[in-house]
């Protein structure tokens, strides 16, 4: 780019160019990340003012650090702000990509992993023994992780066959917050999330602490939990991988060796870190993706599902609180996130963005209370009283609550693993006889996902007309539902725009597209260029029965 305050398309050129290096790898190449994994350099650009620790001061601020009585920490406007501008900007303090991590060796079905594990760890016998009573009861650590209700991205299976259409919801967002507003007294019976991919982290973490002890006493120690007393009310994290949960303790035993802190203040330090850094890690870490709306996210040739990970960004991310009715959005180019105001915002309003998926705000109260499963409610209630009682109301529907939507990313996978025909009468059916169950097991957005399923599957059938019905009623549930910016539904504009281009309905593909130019310019900048740029992949998916050199012309008469 040539505007060097904008690093937006030198970011998006580092994520292609290190996508395609991990794709072109033979199986066996060691293309591992290192653990400071970033791409182009960029400091975190947050414009904070206020005295919090961790959030540095600014004449000019337009956002400021403010601790209430009701919401705690967050973050809040200082003055008027309109919609489409990047407040944030950050990096992670730490990050592990998901291909670093396979989730068939996130959880223990015996004890052989325990095996030869003091030969792998030097710690003494005995500590093995009392480290694994506190690891887990190694019984069945499925049994817990399933109590937990542990958010793990799926594995996609990915199927070599060019024209067979494969579409994965994007990866379940691992979003926590800065916990002001958890509800400690609600948390019996619930179990922390103990994947391994948080237990990388910690071990991460450790090691840039050993190096640089100001990152806790400057920065960690800033994020929820903030004390010892609110961590101890907190259930404590426990690793589902038995061989990093005993790193991890023995990194924690070193520390306190180490004497890395003040002689009167060492011991109580190195303590603090080991009650409060696992749970720092879990209720603050984000799930890290680049492009998500787009159907090709989950390709194995130009996807860039390769860039999904996991990371924990300092307290200009950490101190935004969660809302049903958020105000931001954000998105991200591999490690880099970016935070934009998805409406105007008035002066002294909270800054907020949803800790679910958009789809998931237009459910009730409880059901996405029970979605989050973060020990905090998903509501803010300034009455005593009215607050209690939707406490009660919470904990009494939850039991029966699904765990989500029943037409999740497997559903849909497989849902479109299926031909073609076969799958439209299996669409079909679903929508016009629908399981009848409870209003708690009932989901709104399984609707809408089976519309887009509908709207993909015709459109691959080459039934246009047909195709762009479904595509319009993806697009009303999303206009009603979803922030006034977002990349979802900046996607269907684009879909509709492209089915109504093939339907011969030109003015209305002309009225998505521009509608789609309009929003991804909002979200991204950079003009038809950017756009262009970002989805060149995308309008290279077979999602219709053209040739790429036929939809190449219906892009550039559409967008370019």
Known sequence: STNTTDPIDNLLDESFSYRDRRLNQPADADVTSPPDFTFSPITSQSDF?????????????????????????????????????????????????????????DEIDSEDELDGLDEEVDVDADEDLADL??????????????????????????????????????????????????????????????????????????????????????????????????????????????KIGLEIEQTFNELLDLHLFPENENEETCKDIQL????????????VETAPE?????????????????????????????????NLSRMSIGDVMFFVSNRNITSGEELCFSYIEHELLCESEEKRTAILDMDFKDYSDNDEEETANKKQKVATKKSKIRAGPMIDAIVQNEIMSTQP?????????????????????????????????????????GKSSEALTEW???????????????????????????????????????IYANKALEMHDKLWGGGRDRFLKRYEHDFSKPLRPISKKYMSLHVQELFA
């Not at 179990?191 to 090691?207: A, T, Y």
């Not at 409060?276 to 799930?287: A, D, E, G, H, T």
């Not at 929508?431 to 209003?439: I, T």
């Not at 009623?473 to 089915?499: G, H, R, W």
């Open 49 to 105: 003012a206020g005295s919090a620790n961790g959030v540095k001061s600014s004449e000019d601020s337009s956002i400021e650090v403010k601790d209430t009585i009701f919401r705690g920490r967050g973050l809040y406007a200082t003055r008027d702000i309109s919609e489409g501008n990047h407040l944030i900007v950050a990096k992670p303090l730490v990050m592990v990509m998901s291909w670093e991590v396979s989730d068939d060796e």
């Open 472 to 510: 319009q009623a993806c697009i009303e549930f999303a206009e009603k539902n979803f922030p006034s910016i977002d990349e979802t539904t900046m996607n269907l504009y684009v879909q509709a725009a492209l089915c109504a281009k093939f339907a011969k309905k030109f003015d209305v593909a002309t």
């Open 421 to 461: 025909f076969e799958r439209l009468e299996l669409i079909l059916d679903l929508l016009n006889n629908p399981e009848q169950v409870e209003p708690e097991q009932d989901f709104q957005c399984d609707k809408y996902t089976l519309h887009s399923l509908h709207a993909i599957t015709l459109d691959q059938l």
């Open 294 to 326: 787009q159907y090709s996210h989950f390709d194995t040739e130009k996807g860039m599902v390769e860039l999904n990970g996991t990371a924990l960004y300092g307290p200009e991310v950490s101190y935004l609180n969660h809302s049903c009715t958020p």
């Open 133 to 242: 009573a506190d690891l887990a009861d190694m019984a069945d650590i499925k049994r817990i992780r399933e109590m937990q209700g542990a958010s793990e991205e799926e594995e996609e299976e990915e199927d070599d066959d060019d024209d067979d259409v494969k579409v994965a919801a994007k990866a379940d967002s691992q979003v926590h917050h800065d916990g002001s507003d958890v509800d400690v007294e609600s948390i019996e019976g619930s179990m922390p999330s103990g994947e391994k991919r948080n237990g990388v982290l910690i071990l991460r973490l450790l090691d840039k602490i050993k190096k640089k002890p100001k990152l806790w006493t400057d920065t960690l120690s800033q994020l929820f939990p903030r004390d010892e007393e609110t961590a101890l009310n907190l259930h404590p994290w426990m690793c589902s991988c038995a």
């Open 276 to 287: 409060r850094l696992p749970l720092i890690v879990r209720y603050n870490v984000l799930s």
